[in-house]
């Protein structure tokens, strides 16, 4: 069965520093997603892509963060200047047409900033 | 603004003991009511859509249902590997986010 794969499972930056966390939605999925979540906290929408731009972002996702699609397979998320509460899992999610809603999860990167 | 309240937080049961869990939302316009399950450290199971009141939908031991108000997840004779924590979600008309509820933490004790 077709997942959604992230790399890193785990990825420790310092204060300051670019981070870049990578997926790899399933294959033919159209819309791609970017979530967040703060150890014990809901799960918390940041952006979503589609037809190579952003087509809804959420207040959290400031200037400070940026998504790309760099190749047919690829979708990735940047964070320019890591802050301490930037800590959280990422997931990435993928759906497959406009007329089916429901989306698919990957596994998620552990994003610790020191 | 899209809300979504899960109740109870947390919940025990003995395996094969059968209940429920809720799930309250307010949003404008409801595109679909979504229920997925997370285990510790992974990501979200998508499990079930919910697109219209007096709808419902069946998986093995769960079953999910959907008010103008409100949607219940019901086990039936639930097993330990039932354990998890239980997610909902919904989607307005027009939006492409997921909007969560906190969730609920099933344990199925043997």
């Known amino acids: 069965e077709p997942e959604v794969t992230q790399t890193p499972s785990h990825q420790v930056t310092q204060m300051g520093q670019e981070v870049i966390l990578r997926c790899v939605p399933i294959s033919n999925h159209l819309y791609f997603y970017w979530y967040r979540q703060i150890l014990g906290q809901k799960v918390e929408f940041l952006v979503s892509f589609y037809n190579n731009e952003i087509s809804e972002k959420s207040e959290i996702f400031d200037d400070q963060f940026s998504v790309e699609r760099p190749d047919g397979s690829n979708f990735t998320l940047k964070i320019r200047s890591t802050k301490l509460e930037d800590s959280a899992m990422y997931f990435c999610?993928?759906?497959?047409?406009?007329?089916?809603?429901?989306?698919?999860f990957g596994p998620g990167t552990r994003l610790t900033v020191t | 603004e899209d809300q979504v309240t899960q109740s109870p937080e947390a919940l025990r049961l003995q395996e094969g003991e059968s209940s429920s869990l809720n799930c309250s939302y307010t949003v404008s316009g409801l595109r679909g009511l979504f229920w997925y399950r997370q285990d510790p450290g992974k990501g979200p199971e998508f499990l079930f859509t919910l697109y219209s009141a007096g709808e419902e939908k069946e998986k093995e031991r769960l079953k999910a249902t959907l008010t103008k108000k409100e949607s219940f997840l019901h086990i039936t004779a639930p097993k330990p590997e039932d354990s998890a924590t239980y997610l909902c979600?919904?989607?307005?008309?027009?939006?492409?986010?997921?909007?969560f509820g906190t969730g609920t933490r099933l344990t199925i004790i043997p």
């Open positions: 979600a919904v989607k307005g008309f027009g939006n492409e986010k997921l909007t």
């Open positions: 999610a993928s759906r497959p047409t406009s007329v089916l809603d429901e989306q698919y």
